[in-house]
């Protein structure tokens, strides 16, 4: 089979199976077929029939299998309908198979964990006994002799009676673990009959006296030893105490007397004798689900506190095992009596294994007591309730809570330590109550500590009230440096440095002011104390009145070597305030030391540390450190993009700070690269005369020659390196600015007339665009007035040369050519044309789509619906035009991709199926519909890009989507298909 023509399989295959899932079927993964149309089975296999046989039947049916994986994310998909659909899938695979091997579907039923309904019809026939179609088709065609999935009482049954040389085949086959079948299914067949009593009898045996694995086994000998403990154990039972000399005399040694049926039957045969076997048995066999027969022991173990049954209970209690088995079971049994003789013992015992715990084991350990306590522990929750970890003060609060204690008044007094006003408002915030809500409330509005407000505000949410964030709090300034070293020498006390192990501040350079004036160790360790508390890449606002005084210019080494020091550490979320520091006192230096290793962190899926960086980064606010951050915004647009979003997250609080929009601010830090007014600059050339370069208006740079010819190539002799990054940083900012610029005339950005000829007439970069772009002049009102462009003797003036004066204009943008009439576009297009202008991006040539008004009603594009592109090409063309893909799903898929026009609050979306996130080269992705949507408010948990269904109330209608957006949506999916 051709390519061709194997892509075509795989299309009509994926397409038909997801129009399957939407008929009703049950998928794993939610997709936008789930919510499509009602069709016909028997359309879809008249469809199948037709699509082109692969070759070999087993190749055609590994084919199947995995096409159906692709859209529903499970090789054994198939099994997962049931009832009369059964059937339907069944004539489905036959059509599909023109030359059907029933066996293979048979034997994939036989060994699916999606088990068919085993049971047993009462108009049942000896070749179809059972309700499942399903299950008669694999009990027709299936080989039972090469597999089945054993974990299947009713199927075992049946086979007892029907077809006994099946389980005779598989408890005579010496690869065959013992821990096959469950006592349920042993059970099963040995209450139909006694036929192969001796058999199972005779390889447990085999197993449990042998002293050796079974041959081909690829399980550990000790598991297949306590599956074949068990099971034995279930054949005495059954047996009425046959074979018990030999089960008691297993269920007495280490190895199986902590299993719960050994339990059972030394309680039974020897119960002066339980207890010391029990507590001598192997800890990693006791049960995970412990019946009353481990009950029992434990029982009696406290009853003998002072003796064994202390010590037994204080190695369970220390055992790794604890926590996976028995702990819910101890703790209930243990902790019921608090006024219980050996209260104080069993107190110790607990206390001394917390003192070993730390962490998530600890507050684990805490958390599986408070469900059992009786009051054994009230003073530990009393002094938990004041705990620093939000969980175990949280799980302090619910035990106090549950056992009458509520906040005692002095608790939220504002004389009250800060821990315990914490916890005063954590019990009072699980009664949930009117007034107890209302009290929260008074907290939130009236505590001076800034960490119980934070605490409280959390409390208000949790409980599903808003809390309105609080006023910034106004900074103290100190006139002098020697006003805030008072001021610090007052609270000396209060000034400890975090906890950093690694830290060594002796040799740490010194601290200076802006007069030469070394910081203080204090006034340093007040900076990273206050610098930790504040634990979010922010500027500590305790911190700001110390930093106005630093010099950046002389604190470079400092800030160099404390990131030494933490480079050196285990760098943890906990010390991340170092690097805050270093970019609070460093310089444009730092810069690179800090984007080095952020794709290595990404590799190690240490993303958080990226993100730090890029927080430092923006601390230290020149304009060299924006310009990274901008660079940082494009060059993880696609990968790694939580890269892209912190720099433009940090982007975004500095354009608050100075009070400007985020695309102002990217376009201030554009250097002017030494170009002057008439876009030339000079390079120095040891190896001849200096080097001219020319800024030309396509954006590229040319070199001139002593006779005045242009070249692209620098002349020899000029420092490489230096030209390397010089033409690197260039390249960066025009690439930049004109992705910037398009989006800016998607959106429909508006300039002041002063500042944009300010900063396009001024500006040698954004002289280029001024000149290669068309803009357009607006009045007070948005209408757009006229249109224009630079000329390149630097005139402003129409296609026609008619001098544009800025005259009633209130604001300038660049007008998208939907927003042009056909006799402006065409005089713009001869303009540009005659005078060899190349733009900087399609503008007045741009594809224009305008929507259908009959079609208003709409929700759904179809343009890409049943089209098929490589995925290396898809990922090529989709990031090209500016999609992203949507958040990864199970498995690495991705349901979609998505465009944001954040200005007009849209996203548009595209659903793709058999799109992974490591799809590449050759593999085949299919486009569905498209669609438009709102993105998602918080409160529907739902992430942003992701693709919603048809019918979700976030779909737009054709109608409600601007008319740019439609237009610049239709061109993306029309370049995305190749139309």
């Known amino acids: 089979m051709n390519v061709a023509q194997l892509r075509e399989t795989r299309h009509a295959t994926r397409e038909l199976l997801c129009e399957f899932v939407a008929s009703g079927g049950h998928p794993v993964c939610t997709n936008r077929a789930s919510s499509a149309s009602i069709i016909d089975l028997h359309e879809i296999a008249e469809v199948l029939a037709k699509v082109p046989v692969w070759g070999s039947e087993e190749i055609l049916w590994i084919r199947f299998v995995f096409e159906v994986s692709a859209v529903i994310g499970h090789s054994g998909v198939l099994l997962l309908w049931s009832g009369e659909r059964e059937a339907e899938v069944l004539r489905l695979v036959a059509a599909y198979q023109p030359s059907p091997d029933p066996a293979k579907f048979a034997q994939e039923i036989l060994r699916s964990m999606h088990r068919p309904d085993w049971s047993e019809s009462e108009a049942g026939t000896p070749e179809a006994p059972f309700h499942s179609p399903f299950a008669n088709f694999a009990w027709r065609h299936g080989d039972f002799q090469k597999g089945f999935s054993f974990h299947q009482p009713k199927l075992l049954a049946a086979l007892a009676t029907r077809r006994p040389e099946v389980i005779e085949h598989v408890l005579q086959d010496p690869a065959k673990t013992i821990g096959f079948l469950s006592v349920n299914a042993h059970r099963g067949i040995m209450q139909l009959t006694d036929r192969f009593d001796p058999l199972l009898v005779e390889k447990m045996e085999h197993v449990l006296f042998s002293g050796t694995s079974l041959p081909g086994s690829d399980m550990h000998s000790r598991y297949d030893r306590i599956h074949a403990f068990i099971d034995y154990h279930a054949v005495r039972d059954h047996h009425s105490g046959r074979w018990s000399a030999r089960v008691l005399e297993l269920a007495r040694s280490p190895e199986f007397a902590g299993t719960e049926q050994a339990a059972q039957l030394l309680l039974e045969k020897c119960p002066d004798e339980a207890l010391a076997l029990v507590a001598a048995a192997d800890l990693r066999y006791r049960p995970s689900s412990p019946g009353p027969g481990y009950r029992r022991i434990l029982e009696e173990a406290l009853a003998d506190f002072s003796g064994l049954g202390g010590r037994f209970l204080s190695d369970m209690l220390a055992s790794y095992y604890f926590a996976y088995g028995i702990a819910a079971m101890i703790h209930e049994v243990i902790l019921s009596d608090p006024t219980h003789m050996h209260a104080g013992k069993i107190r110790d015992i607990y206390l001394r294994e917390a003192s070993t715990r730390t962490g998530k084991r600890l507050l684990q350990f805490w958390q599986g007591i408070a469900k059992a306590d009786a009051g054994l522990f009230k003073p530990e929750w009393k002094r938990f309730s004041t705990a620093k970890g939000r969980q175990l003060r949280e799980t302090a609060a619910e035990w106090l809570q549950k056992h009458g204690r509520g906040p005692a008044p002095g608790e939220l007094s504002p004389t009250a330590s800060v821990d315990e006003r914490i916890g005063g408002a954590t019990l009072l915030a699980k009664a949930n109550g009117a007034d107890a809500i209302e009290k929260l409330k008074q907290i939130h509005a009236t505590d001076p500590s800034k960490q119980v407000r934070e605490a409280v505000a959390k409390l208000l949410e949790q409980a599903g009230h808003e809390v309105a964030p609080e006023p910034e709090k106004p900074v103290t300034r100190f006139e002098n440096f020697a006003n805030l070293e008072e001021s610090l020498a007052a609270k000396a006390k209060t000034i400890r440095p975090p906890a950093a192990p690694w830290l060594n501040a002796e040799s740490l350079p010194s601290l200076f002011t802006r007069d030469g004036v070394a910081l203080s160790e204090r006034a340093r360790t007040f900076l990273f104390q206050v610098q930790a508390r504040e634990g979010s890449g922010e500027l500590s606002a305790d911190a700001a009145p110390l930093l106005e005084h630093l010099d950046r210019d002389r604190n470079a080494p400092f800030a160099h070597a404390l990131l030494d020091q933490w480079f050196a550490s285990d760098m943890k979320a906990s010390t991340r305030w170092a690097v805050d520091v270093a970019g609070l006192t460093g310089d444009d230096s730092l810069i690179p030391r800090l984007v080095r290793p952020i794709p290595d962190w990404c590799k190690l899926n240490a993303g958080k540390r990226a993100e730090w960086a890029v927080r430092a980064i923006a601390l230290i606010g020149t304009p060299g450190a924006l310009r990274e951050l901008d660079a940082l915004t494009h060059r993880y647009r696609n990968q790694r993009r939580y890269v892209a979003a912190a720099a433009t997250e940090a982007i ?316 610049e949506t239709m061109a993306d999916l029309k370049a995305i298909i190749g139309a």
């Open 652 to 967: 975004r609080l500095l354009a608050a700070i100075q009070g400007i929009s985020e695309d102002e601010i990217a376009e201030r830090i554009v250097p002017d690269f030494g170009f002057d007014e008439s876009g030339q600059r000079s390079f120095s050339n040891p190896a001849s005369e200096e080097a001219v370069a020319r800024l030309r208006p396509d954006l590229k740079v040319a070199w001139l020659a002593a006779d005045g010819r242009e070249s692209a190539k620098p002349p020899a002799g000029l420092p490489s390196d230096e030209m390397k990054e010089w033409a690197k940083l260039f390249k960066q900012a025009v690439v930049s600015q004109t992705l910037r610029l398009e989006r800016a005339m998607v959106e429909g950005r508006r300039w002041e007339p002063a500042a944009w000829q300010e900063r396009f007439d001024a500006h040698p970069l954004f002289r280029c665009f001024a000149g290669s772009l068309v803009w357009a002049v607006y009045d007070a009102g948005g209408a757009m007035l006229r249109t224009f462009r630079r000329y390149p003797n630097g005139i402003f003036a129409d296609a026609k040369g008619e001098p544009e004066e800025f005259e009633n204009a209130a604001s300038v943008g660049l007008p998208h050519p939907m927003d042009l009439d056909d006799a402006v576009l065409a005089d713009w297009a001869a303009h540009l044309k005659r005078f060899k202008v190349t733009p900087a991006f399609p503008q007045i040539a741009r594809p224009v789509e305008r929507p259908d008004p009959l079609h208003g009603n709409r929700h759904e594009i179809r343009i890409a619906e049943g089209k098929t592109l490589d995925a290396a090409l898809l990922r090529q063309r989709m990031l090209g035009r500016g999609w992203s893909p949507a958040p990864t799903g199970n498995a690495g898929l991705v349901f979609g991709c998505f465009r944001n026009f954040r200005a007009a609050g849209i996203e548009a979306h595209l659903a793709l199926e058999g799109f992974y996130a490591g799809s590449g080269r050759g593999d085949d992705v299919d486009l569905g519909v498209a669609l438009f949507a709102r993105p998602s408010k918080p409160a529907m948990k739902i992430r942003p890009g992701t693709t919603p269904l048809p019918d979700s109330p976030l779909v737009m209608r054709f109608d409600e989507v601007p008319a740019v957006v439609w237009s």
